[in-house]
């Protein structure tokens, strides 16, 4: 049976109760079996689409009653009487469930295979669902976002991704088709999509309902801006942020970070931020200084500040078994529970339990804590690491939050995670939030969450992945993005290979949204302690800008100028993102999609609709081919040659160079002929 109430077109067959209405400026389909829609439930969206349509939205049935259609704005939802849904723009099919039968069979419903659009497979014992979607393919599309993979694809047409979060993994799972539309996959359970040739499917092994979300647009441009519109755009950004961050696993001592800051001043390097990294606490779960490495705090941020620096530090979701809180904390049920074995989830330096970030009563008690700790000192910047959670057996089945299992919810924990800091700091007045956080979920950017590429390898084939990455992050909705310069493991200071990785890697990072330095060097140093506390675990090799040589060293410092340069540019790009939700990192195509070429690149992007960046990605590299879009002329920022757009070009890039041309007649062009007056007087 299909009906009408209000702008709502509802499908009910047997068991199943299907909704499909208008929501922002796009279309929600929401669905269930044995149990009620749930229509408070929200995951990744806002609410302020619903109600949407107020006026504008027809619903009607077709003259032969074979289907009927929802129009809302430029997106039809056309769904017929066997239960199909379909998605029009126009008289084009942008998606359709998956449906083989029906012409064939003289438009019977049979279907020989019993393979369904949507399969709703019981989990015994209990009221949820495995849910299963499908979708029939489109031949030569080109999909793009789902977060952040380590697969080295912009394209991710083919590919089967899980839907799960891990360390150096985000599963943010809105994707844009180069057919038109957007699409949100609005369920944070566990599971797996696969973008196949045959079909398109999407898998939960445990869900409460189905709920998608879909638009559509005549540019990514737009399509990302109805999402936006939908899930929220990112707070206004810090101007600090925009410049450099100094960063290292780890600082062992408050008299170390004060050095190094000192030494940035003395050098005459802008410095915008020093990071505190992990095990400057006492314990895990505690989230204090350690007073025997870190005696006055206070006095320590007042001096960073009197520099024009930024402290930040790191924040675990880890409770340690014999951490001050923990007692208390599992006696409030703040922890996060485990169904078989014991209740210990991480083992690093101790045995941990994860506090329950679902918890709305959980992230307030956390929040308290850090603010007496941290805040009240002058600590107004979070680093969230850990944010997946990042269990020591990633077993999704063994674990349950507040909110229901974590193969139900788990996806979600980032973002309820980045909540928790982004509603405290709010409380206490900030107004500009940026916490740093290991992983996101759709909807973690109106939190503040500026989402880095994890704890990533030291090579130029890691760098080469993390392009994608960060373009799908920003293509997924999450404009703010960042990687640890040089990679996190395996780069030793010494080494000319891992030096020239460096040096291309910071170059690149000049052209991200935030550029900071970190990683863990080698050789290490040994921990201060073998005691519990600060001063136990071990630290890597320095990690500064003058650290690598005088040759690395000056390299760098050019690089470092240059981004000072540009931060009047980022910011009015962050306020964009600010605005609008629009990408800082942005596939060619992003501002050219009409040039059918710029569909196909994946070493090289678009700083902005302004700079077309093109990284150096392999070793011993000193040239390279670049792609310009059909559409502008390109002025390359070194010989100064201008170029029209649809060609490709050789440009050279010795190791004291990086690609990047310039669009048109962007008043850039005066900001890298001074830079270059600076840096290269001869």
Not at 287 to 305: G, N, Q, S, T
Not at 517 to 535: E, N, Q, Y
Request: glycine letters at 10%.
């Amino acid at each position: 049976m299909i009906r009408a109430e209000k702008n709502r077109l509802i499908y009910c067959h047997d068991t199943e109760q299907l909704w499909i209405e208008p929501w922002g400026s796009g279309i929600r389909v929401r669905g269930s079996k044995g149990t009620p829609i749930d229509p408070d439930c929200l995951w990744a969206l806002t609410g302020e689409g619903e109600g949407a349509g107020e006026g504008g939205v027809i619903i009607r049935q077709e003259s032969s009653g074979a289907y009927w259609e929802l129009i809302y704005g430029a997106i039809t939802a056309r769904l017929d009487q066997y239960g199909t849904l379909s998605f029009l723009r126009g008289n084009t099919v942008l998606l359709q469930e998956y449906r083989r039968t029906v012409e064939e069979f003289d438009r019977e419903p049979c279907i020989p295979l019993g393979v369904v659009s949507r399969e709703y497979k019981p989990v015994l014992g209990t009221d949820s669902y495995g849910l299963t979607v499908r979708f029939e393919p489109n031949d030569g599309e080109k999909l793009y976002g789902m977060g952040q993979y380590q697969e080295g694809l912009l394209d991710l047409k083919g590919a089967a991704l899980e839907l799960a979060q891990r360390n150096c993994q985000a599963s943010v799972p809105f994707l844009v088709s180069s057919r038109g539309y957007g699409f949100l996959w609005n369920n944070p359970g566990i599971g797996r999509v696969t973008f196949a040739t045959n079909l398109t499917e999407w898998h939960l092994e445990n869900s409460g309902q189905l709920d998608y979300w879909i638009c559509t647009g005549e540019a990514p441009r737009e399509i990302l801006e109805q999402y936006a519109q939908v899930t929220g755009t990112p707070p206004a950004f810090p101007e600090f942020a925009t410049g450099f961050w100094q960063c290292k696993l780890r600082y062992q001592t408050q008299e170390e970070v004060l050095q190094v800051a000192r030494e940035y001043h003395r050098r005459g390097l802008p410095l915008s931020a020093i990071v505190i990294d992990f095990f400057h606490w006492t314990n895990q779960g505690e989230w204090k200084f350690d007073p025997e490495y870190w005696p006055d705090p206070k006095a320590m941020v007042e001096e960073l500040e009197a520099m024009g620096v930024k402290t930040i530090v790191s924040v675990w979701p880890t409770v340690d078994e014999h951490s001050e809180n923990y007692k208390e904390m599992k006696d409030l049920g703040y922890l996060v529970q485990t169904d078989r074995g014991v209740r210990t989830q991480m083992t690093f330096c101790g045995n941990e339990t994860i506090f329950d970030a679902t918890n709305p009563q959980a992230r307030r008690y956390v929040w308290e804590k850090v603010k007496a700790n941290y805040f009240d000192l002058g600590v107004h910047q979070f680093w969230l690491d850990v944010a997946e959670p990042e269990y020591a057996v990633q077993d999704f089945d063994n674990y349950r939050y507040h909110m229901g299992p974590n193969l139900k919810v788990g996806n979600s924990f980032p973002m309820w995670y980045a909540k928790g800091f982004y509603d405290g700091l709010k409380e206490a007045g900030e107004k500009e939030i940026v916490n740093l956080t290991r992983c996101a979920w759709a909807g973690s950017q109106r939190y503040g969450v500026l989402a880095w590429s994890g704890d990533v390898y030291s090579s130029f084939g890691t760098l080469r992945r993390q392009i994608p990455a960060g373009l799908n992050m920003g293509m997924a909705g999450i404009p703010w993005w960042t990687t640890d310069v040089g990679g996190f493991r395996g780069g030793n200071i010494e080494d000319p290979h891992f030096q020239e990785c460096l040096i291309r890697w910071f170059q690149f990072a000049v052209f991200t949204p935030v550029l900071r330095l970190h990683g863990t060097r080698m050789p290490d140093k040994a921990p201060l302690s073998d005691k519990v506390g600060g001063g136990m675990c071990a630290s890597g090799a320095d990690n500064e800008l003058w650290s690598y040589g005088e040759g690395v060293y000056a390299v760098l410092r050019d690089y470092l100028l240059l981004r000072e340069a540009l931060r009047p540019y980022v910011s009015r790009l962050m306020h964009k993102a600010h605005e609008t939700g629009a990408p800082l990192m942005r596939p060619l195509f992003y501002e050219f999609p009409e040039d059918e070429k710029a569909w196909n690149y994946e070493d090289s992007y678009l700083f902005g609709p302004q700079l077309l960046v093109a990284p150096i990605l392999e070793e011993n590299s000193r040239s390279r081919r670049v792609y310009l879009p059909y559409g502008a002329q390109w002025t390359d920022i070194w010989s100064e040659t201008v170029y029209s757009g649809g060609q490709t070009v050789e440009v050279q890039a010795d190791i004291q160079r990086i690609p990047v041309f310039i669009r048109d007649d962007s008043p850039l062009k005066e900001v890298f002929h001074q830079w270059k007056l600076q840096t290269q007087p001869d």
